[in-house]
């Protein structure tokens, strides 16, 4: 019997597999080789079949010869060693005309059987030895779940909103000598989930508006999550994530406002939420009128650092102001770096933040200058005696600006050459939000 099935593999050579991820699934009609009853196939990195079986590897594949129609249950893989696997990812790519996109590679995929079934030869076999073990299935897939959540959330773009919550405590603890483990820790859990619902309200609506849809130069800081174009990711269930996200940070906010003297926290909450749900979300659409620079700037900078320092010391000062202005630059920086791959799609879709009004060329130098002019506060906040002098280790982050910068002024137009700006840019922000909470903390030790 199975024999019959090996030939009924070879004498055909296209097959339609059915994948899914979570309540998303996706049919792709694509050419094959078999081994024996392995399948091979090949696919763009950044296609819809190959992200979907990195999360959920369980495909359907439908062979159809003459009368005759095979049903072939497998589990898939991603290969990474095989005989001669670059001659037949040139065969497979050349029979369905792939060609790699951008920083995405072809990928070589093999399928494994679970089950197959012919109805008119009245074959059914099963095949356990290829299915993991329970142990090994639960396991694979908490691993696949934290995976797929910890892509959408976007980890990089998340901890630079919490080494801004670092700085406001840091000067709390600077100005007062005063540090509330509680505080601090639920600080950082609400603003890290504030980040992640407002990216996923972004991923929503850009979905909406279709930017994300006629951007085809990607890179892994710029161009959306992907999840619902790669149909991981239903856009109910991005929403319905970002609602319930928005619910949780709220909520943390709520009870630290009640545990705090006065309504500072209700305050800046609202605002954050609706800058960030609103940043590119109907009817508002802060992006699109040029002013979505200065919501982030306001968002995550006086409003996460006030905020995180507010918490600890229950007063007002100018230190969290100043330090705020450094970080909310630094943040706004990253999203302006970001806008330079983006252009063509954002300015398609209506997107006129400043890298769309000026232009890529102009907007090189208001990236400079505003990189510089980081710098330059630093030292005049420190001068003015508003900041500690050991606060200028943060200068030690120009290692990573200069490169940013410089590769910026070469690369503006050439959105792959423009990763490692992007790159940069958020070290940048890591490294001076990090050394100047820790020059902060030691000045008032010492």
């Given at each position: 019997m199975l024999e019959q099935v090996e030939n009924l593999l070879k004498e055909n050579n296209r097959f339609l597999i059915s994948s899914c991820s979570y309540s998303s699934s996706d049919l792709t009609n694509c050419s094959y080789v078999s081994d024996g009853l392995n399948l091979y196939f090949a696919n763009v990195e950044n296609s819809s079949v190959v992200q979907q079986i990195s999360f959920n590897p369980k495909v359907v594949v439908s062979v159809s010869s003459g009368t005759e129609e095979l049903t072939y249950y497998g589990y898939a893989e991603i290969v990474k060693e095989y005989p001669e696997k670059e001659k037949l990812l040139k065969k497979l790519s050349k029979s369905d005309k792939l060609k790699p996109e951008g920083i995405f590679r072809i990928i070589l995929v093999r399928i494994k059987p679970l089950e197959i079934v012919v109805p008119q030869l009245k074959i059914r076999e099963k095949f356990p030895e290829n299915k993991p073990s329970v142990i090994k299935e639960i396991i694979y897939s908490f691993l696949r779940t934290l995976k797929i959540w910890t892509k959408a959330v976007r980890l990089p773009f998340v901890s630079v909103s919490v080494g801004a919550v670092l700085v406001g405590a840091a000067v709390a603890f600077f100005e007062f000598g005063v540090f509330n483990w509680i505080n601090f820790f639920l600080t950082f859990l609400g603003i890290a989930i504030f980040h992640i619902s407002a990216d996923l309200f972004n991923d929503f609506f850009d979905h909406v508006s279709g930017s994300d849809e006629?951007?085809?130069?990607?890179?892994?800081?710029?161009?959306?999550?992907?999840?619902i174009q790669n149909r991981i990711f239903t856009p109910t269930r991005v929403l319905l994530g970002a609602i319930i996200s928005l619910l949780a940070c709220t909520s943390i906010?709520?009870?630290?406002?009640f545990n705090l003297q006065g309504n500072i926290i209700v305050y800046i909450g609202l605002g954050g939420v609706f800058l960030g749900v609103f940043?590119?979300?109907?009817?508002?659409?802060?992006?699109?009128?040029?002013l979505g620079e200065l919501a982030i700037f306001l968002s995550f900078g006086p409003a996460i650092v006030f905020g995180s320092y507010y918490v600890q010391a229950e007063q007002f000062s100018w230190i969290p102001i100043a330090s705020s202005a450094l970080i909310g630059l630094l943040i706004s920086l990253i999203l302006f770096i970001n806008q330079f791959p983006d252009y063509e799609a954002d300015k398609a879709s209506g997107k006129k933040h400043w890298v769309v009004r000026f232009g890529r060329e102009k907007s090189i130098y208001i990236y400079i200058f505003f990189m510089s002019l980081v710098y330059i506060l630093l030292i005049l906040f420190v001068t003015l005696r508003i900041l500690p002098p050991l606060s200028l280790i943060a200068l030690i982050s120009l290692f990573f600006s200069t490169k940013a910068m410089i590769t910026t002024k070469k690369h503006y137009d050439n959105y792959l050459a423009m990763i490692p700006a992007q790159a940069m840019t958020i070290l940048t922000c890591l490294t001076f939000s990090i050394l100047l909470a820790i020059s902060l903390f030691i000045s008032y030790l010492f």
């Open positions: 006629i951007n085809v130069k990607l890179t892994p800081f710029s161009g959306g999550s992907r999840f906010g709520f009870y630290l406002n940043y590119v979300g109907v009817p508002f659409k802060i992006l699109h009128y040029g």
